[in-house]
């Protein structure tokens, strides 16, 4: 059983802790949202946002959900594409993107908008610079870069309007994230943290998996895993 938040939704699911987050996201969930592009990481199509507790401080970072197991969000908080709309209206990185014909084809949308996301949500200091270091990982093969850094541009801009609000209010009353943003930390304390699996001669384990998965992730579905990814007293 892995459990984790998607998006708003609690998840609970007994499919194989192997299966590729994407697949999961895209197949089981019907997120379709999240795109495939390469399925190797390298694209940034796939692109998803990781919200992990760390010394009781929620930290979100991008990821290629192509590469990731669904073992490694076990107590996380997976943030895709249809996670950073307000439902009524396009975010304020979604609108920029719009204004500024950033988008074309559309495949490497999501992607672009999940990281800069993630740049918003980090502690990086607001600067154009920063924010195009966010989406070095997302490639657009249509559209030409100098739109959508012009969309950067306006975010940066408005990013750099932040009054004294807590940085997360901030960011939701100006309509960069939606407002369920505020009590994932909550939730995510409340999910009791399991007991590592027993370890036997056929068990596999997984740390990134960045290269297994480009290389056999059929292979990885059937297989007795222990994600490595959450073991955080091997993180020194
Ligand atoms: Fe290209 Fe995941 S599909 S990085
Ligand atoms: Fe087509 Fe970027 S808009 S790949």
């Given at each position: ?42 694209c940034g199509a ?61 495949i490497c949308t999501?992607g672009f ?25 997302n490639i657009c093969r ?95």
């Amino acid at each position: 059983m892995t459990t984790f938040i998607l998006n708003n939704e609690q998840i609970e699911t007994n499919q194989p802790s192997g299966m590729v987050m994407a697949d999961f996201i895209r197949y089981h969930q019907c997120l379709t949202g999240t795109k495939l592009g390469c399925r190797e990481g390298d694209c940034g199509a796939c692109t998803v946002l990781v919200g992990e507790l760390r010394d009781g401080k929620l930290v979100y970072e991008s990821m290629t959900s192509c590469l990731m197991p669904l073992g490694n969000a076990e107590g996380k908080h997976i943030v895709t594409v249809e996670g950073v709309n307000l439902r009524k209206n396009l975010n304020i990185a979604q609108q920029a993107m719009v204004d500024e014909g950033g988008t074309q084809c559309g495949i490497c949308t999501p992607g672009f908008i999940v990281s800069l996301c993630g740049f918003v949500l980090s502690d990086h200091p607001k600067i154009v610079e920063n924010a195009i270091n966010a989406v070095a990982g997302n490639i657009c093969r249509c559209t030409g870069y100098k739109s959508i850094e012009r969309a950067i541009g306006h975010i940066v801009t408005k990013l750099q309007e932040k009054d004294a609000l807590p940085p997360l209010a901030w960011l939701i009353e100006n309509e960069f994230l939606p407002s369920y943003f505020t009590g994932i930390q909550e939730r995510l304390e409340a999910i009791e943290p399991k007991a590592q699996p027993e370890i036997t001669e056929n068990t596999v384990f997984v740390g990134g998996g960045t290269d297994l998965y480009v290389q056999r992730p059929a292979q990885m579905l059937p297989a007795e895993i222990v994600h490595l990814y959450n073991r955080t007293d091997l993180k020194g």
